[in-house]
């Protein structure tokens, strides 16, 4: 997991975002489409077309760092490309690296009975 400091914002950029692109690539991507600052301290979370993989982009002070993910099956909840860039929590961003669907979490298994 991301050791995410407490207060950092984390970005969704909506829509699918080619993949090959590396760490400059999508710091460019930053600065110029969703007119923002990479070296801010805050996450960028980019998409692949599939789905299955995200990218996520963050320069904590002393440099820049991507981390990727691919699950094994099922897909990454993601935005429309009609939201632009939404802003999530970093709960949020923990709950979408699990495969879990971020918006609406739930608890998918409550025991009925103690002992």
């Known amino acids: ?5 407490s207060g950092v914002r984390v970005w ?4 699918h975002t080619d993949m090959r692109r590396g760490m400059n690539g999508l710091a460019l991507q930053v600065q110029q489409a969703l007119e ?9 979370v980019f998409r692949g077309r599939r789905g299955d993989l ?3 982009l963050w320069h904590d002070g002393l440099g820049m760092s991507l981390y990727a993910k691919r699950l094994e099956r099922g897909h990454f909840i993601w ?18 690296l699990e495969g879990i669907d ?14």
């Open 54 to 56: 995200v990218k996520v």
């Open 79 to 96: 935005p429309t490309p009609a939201d632009g860039t939404v802003a999530i929590s970093a709960s949020q961003l923990a709950y979408m």
């Open 1 to 5: 997991m991301i050791p995410v400091p």
């Open 102 to 115: 971020w918006r609406h979490p739930q608890r998918t298994w409550r025991p009925e009975m103690a002992g």
């Open 12 to 15: 969704l950029a909506a829509g």
């Open 36 to 44: 923002r600052d990479p070296h801010a301290g805050d996450l960028y």
